[in-house]
């Protein structure tokens, strides 16, 4: 009888702390499926981040590096450069990557790190109860956000993608989401172009997941997804915003 | 084969001497000749160098080389330093081995280029969060910032443990005939705890965060008993003329070349001056100068600062002897002539006599 659908090896057997509906448990399922595939567990080193995904080393079985706040870009700098041959990512969360560390991840990407960055926005801080991330939505209500975002006071949501495209540095940026099987399908080929991108040596690669958080969304997970493809979509718009195969 | 290098050269070919095969740096002045100097030299020995967007990306470069198991290094000075400050309690939290050179000038806030003693305190006492604490080795010479950097990464992997060496302006700029005495090291400790991938092994985790009640104050625990084994052993200091002396400063870097001209000087009377110099400011030399001052008159500090490890010698002498201090900020450097003065003005009236016969020696340089 053939087996269709089980745990990945990589993939820890332990209850996660994430909260009912998130989306990192998907992300992280996705990258054990293809470490597993790609038979490549004993040469890959992951990041963790500061915030929710903080304890990602948790749940995948391989060597994994925490970093302070944001730090992500310059710690996988530090272990690529020991370790050239080596599969290195970072997991990093919104208020991560394109707030605190956005400095780090603009340098990364101009020095085209061989490195894949794997970007979960969910548009607001979950690890602190709900408060406004750089990518909350224009109204987008948040505890620092109370009567909803606006841009005169808050600024503009941050489109990473588009911001790393117009850097030469940079090979591969896909924006895309985990609405739905068929974008959870879509993420995980962007998730193995990135990995494809640095296998080849041809640079920096992100890949930006739309991901839900109906915790501090305040909506169940239906209306979570609903949320990514009607709103979400509009401001950050899912597919390929930079490629090194196909160059315009 | 002697050479003659500034400071900054030494320190930075001393870290290639010693296997340093990462580095990572920002530009801040008086450091520039150290990255510089790695700039030119990492490539040609196969290693890397990288100039950092910040301080704060360039410690963090380190902290990931060092997980990874390589011999990593970053330099700066003092406003650079205060910003590689969280990162260095990360390292310490997750018990990474490299080496960090402060060569500090004036503060506080962008101060000013020359030399000082003034981050004493944020070295010694631990510049970020948490209970942690670096082993702080503190040259005098340009000679001994090349032997000290290359014992720093030894004692970093031995320990699992940042090492800073808290240099000056004047120590970093100085140029003074050095040579390298040590083998360059080509044989490493093992480090099974590094990200190397788990090929064949249970995976390696590098981390400091411990969200499970009880279990942060157990590796605090484990932090604690290694800080006592470094104190026990590997304390450093050069003590000259204690035996027998009037009064004994105490002094480290720069000051301590300044405090040995005044030891000199009074050779030539019959007023003894003694010398302890602390080499480790962390592990600090306390038993020394515990011992010492039950048997010296007083003593004198003196530091490029407004008296911060005066506070750490009179942790040590427990008021057994008055401890005076003599100190200059923002770039001043203290002279000779000052010191003796700063002496005249605190020994004992039965020595006054014997002090104010070694004053003219002094003076006449």
Redesign the interface.
């Known amino acids: 009888m053939q087996s269709l659908y089980k745990k990945p090896k990589t993939l820890i057997d332990t209850p996660t702390h994430f909260c009912p509906g998130c989306g990192h448990g998907i992300v992280l399922r996705l990258i054990a499926e293809i470490i597993d595939a790609w038979n490549i567990r004993g040469r890959t080193i992951g990041l963790a981040p500061v915030g929710c995904a903080v304890l990602a080393y948790n749940y995948l079985d391989i060597d994994m590096c925490e970093a302070a706040h944001g730090r992500p870009p310059a710690v996988a700098t530090g272990i690529k450069r020991v370790h050239p041959d080596h599969m290195v990512f970072a997991y990093q969360g919104d208020g991560d990557l394109a707030a605190i560390g956005t400095a780090e991840i603009i340098h990364a990407a101009n020095r085209g790190e061989n490195i894949t960055f794997i970007f979960v926005n969910n548009a607001v801080y979950g690890m602190t109860n709900g408060q406004m991330a750089p990518t909350t939505l224009l109204g987008q209500k948040t505890i620092t956000t109370p009567s909803g975002r606006e841009p005169l006071n808050y600024g503009h949501p941050i489109r990473i993608c588009e911001l790393l495209a117009v850097l030469d540095g940079s090979s591969y940026l896909e924006r895309v989401s985990i609405s739905s099987p068929e974008n959870i399908r879509k993420t995980k080929k962007a998730l193995e172009k990135g990995f494809k991108t640095q296998r080849e040596k041809k640079g920096f690669s992100l890949i930006e997941i739309l991901s839900p958080c109906p915790i501090y969304w305040r909506m169940d997970a239906n209306e979570s997804m609903r949320y990514i493809d009607e709103e979400m979509t509009r401001t950050f718009p899912l597919g390929v915003v930079k490629d090194w195969e196909h160059k315009n | 084969m002697k050479q003659l290098l500034t400071g900054n050269e030494a320190a930075a070919e001393a870290a290639i001497q010693a296997g340093c095969r990462?580095y990572?740096g920002y530009p801040i002045t008086p450091q520039n000749e150290l990255i510089n100097y790695m700039a030119i030299r990492m490539p040609q020995v196969g290693g890397?160098f990288?100039q950092?967007?910040?301080e704060?990306?360039?410690i963090?470069?380190?902290?990931?080389?060092?997980?990874?198991?390589?011999r990593?290094m970053t330099s700066s000075s003092s406003p650079g330093i205060s910003l590689k400050q969280?990162?260095i309690s990360?390292l310490a939290g997750?018990e990474l081995p490299c080496v960090i050179v402060n060569i500090q000038r004036g503060g506080p806030g962008l101060g000013d280029i020359s030399a000082s003693q003034a981050d004493y305190f944020q070295a010694v006492k631990g510049g970020g969060h948490g209970d942690y604490h670096l082993i702080v080795l503190a040259p005098s010479s340009v000679q001994e910032m090349a032997d000290l950097v290359y014992d720093a990464f030894d004692l970093a992997d031995k320990h699992r443990n940042p090492v800073m060496i808290l240099g000056d302006a004047q120590i970093g700029q100085l140029m003074e005939p050095m040579e390298f005495s040590k083998k360059p090291r080509e044989v490493f400790p093992l480090k099974d705890w590094a990200?190397?991938?788990?090929?064949?092994r249970k995976?390696?985790?590098?981390?400091?965060?411990y969200?499970i009640k009880g279990q942060l104050e157990e590796f605090n625990a484990h932090l604690q008993k290694k800080y006592r084994t470094i104190r026990e052993h590997e304390v450093r200091y050069e003590a000259i003329n204690i035996h027998g002396a009037d009064i004994v400063l105490v002094a480290y870097g720069t000051s301590a070349r300044i405090c040995k001209e005044v030891v000199k000087k009074s050779h030539q009377s019959e007023f003894k001056v003694g010398l302890i110099r602390p080499i480790t400011l962390w592990p600090f030399p306390e038993q020394v100068i515990k011992t010492m001052s039950e048997r010296v008159q007083c003593i004198l500090t003196v530091e490029m600062s407004a008296g911060q490890m005066v506070e750490d010698v009179r942790l040590a002498v427990e008021g057994k002897c008055p401890v005076h201090f003599y100190g200059r900020t923002g770039g001043g450097v203290p002279t000779s002539l000052e010191i003796m003065r700063k002496i005249a003005e605190v020994v004992p009236s039965n020595l006054i006599d014997k002090v104010n016969r070694i004053l003219p020696l002094v003076e006449v340089k």
């Open positions: 990462y990572y890397t990288i950092a967007e910040s704060i990306a360039a963090n470069m380190v902290y990931g080389s060092a997980a990874a198991g390589g990593a969280e990162a990360y997750s990200l190397t991938g788990a090929e064949g995976r390696n985790v590098i981390k400091s965060f969200p």
